[in-house]
């Protein structure tokens, strides 16, 4: 098929579809969308989606693949609000594997989420075991550790200490905190916006675990310790030829519920 298809029994000639086009690549001609430059179009999808009546059908989101909404928003103001605050960061795994078709249905939601003119290009490793994780966090330990040794100036490696002693001395994993899975999010080098994607990526994870009654946490050590190219984490990691670690979540079953919201500092805004 062409890139983008009318279906002139359905259109009704509002112009939506071209007014919504980020790249304006839509036209109307004669009154009916027209693709004038399909070589620009970002196969954003939007088109598709705004068509009140589903008249148009387009390549890369194809009709077979839309869903309608019946309502909009889809949920109402209170729902919204207290679901988005209801999120927390966990940190209390119990020791129950998440069966690999609850990680494929918690990281679909992912590849929904925006990206840099609609780039996506992201890629995920899932690990599931024990010994792997536990090595990771061994490794990342060992970073810490030696920043701290050679008096680094880094904000974080100040509080660096405080996770070896824990693990060290306590033996408890302060990093990947006993998480049955890991979820890690690559993109290729080249990629300008990789990093910036997968944080949108894994904060729609993040929001959606809980539906599925899981737990999420962002590691951000874990990040911070792969930027630093350090090898013997790298080399646990495996990633593929060109990828480059963008982010990562631990995912597991919350051994806690929180039953309160708890609040945050004002809100800090000017309008100008």
């Not at 824990?166 to 990947?176: E, G, Q, T």
């Not at 997968?198 to 729609?204: E, I, N, P, R």
């Not at 670690?245 to 995912?251: E, L, S, Y």
Request: charged share 20%; hydrophobic share 40%.
């Amino acid at each position: 098929m062409e890139i983008f298809q009318v279906c002139h029994e359905k259109c009704i000639q509002c112009g939506a579809c071209a007014n919504v086009c980020p790249r304006r690549v839509i036209e109307m001609d004669q009154g009916w969308p027209k693709c004038t430059e399909p070589e620009f179009c970002m196969a954003c999808g939007q088109c598709v989606a705004v068509c009140p009546r589903g008249a148009l059908d387009h390549k890369y989101a194809p009709s077979q693949g839309q869903i309608p909404i019946d309502q909009f928003p889809p949920i109402d103001e209170p729902t919204a609000w207290r679901f988005l605050r209801s999120r927390r960061s966990i940190r209390s795994f119990k020791q129950t594997p998440v069966p690999k078709s609850e990680m494929l249905r918690l990281l679909d939601v992912a590849r929904f989420a925006p990206t840099a003119s609609n780039s996506q290009g992201l890629s995920y490793k899932i690990f599931d075991d024990t010994a792997i994780l536990q090595k990771m966090t061994a490794a990342i330990i060992d970073w810490m550790e030696e920043l701290v040794n050679q008096g680094s100036n880094d904000d974080w490696a100040k509080a660096y200490s405080h996770y070896v002693s824990a693990y060290r001395k306590k033996n408890k994993d302060v990093i990947l905190r006993d998480a049955p899975c890991l979820v890690l999010a690559t993109a290729p080098q080249s990629h300008s916006r990789g990093r910036d994607n997968t944080h949108f990526s894994l904060a729609y994870v993040e929001l959606y675990a809980p539906v599925l009654g899981l737990g999420t946490c962002y590691m951000g050590l874990l990040e911070a310790c792969a930027l630093a190219e350090y090898k013997p984490l790298l080399e646990l990691l495996n990633l593929s030829d060109g990828k480059v670690v963008t982010g990562a979540v631990i995912v597991g079953y919350p051994v806690y519920q929180f039953p309160r919201l708890v609040d945050r500092r004002p809100l800090d805004i000017s309008f100008v």
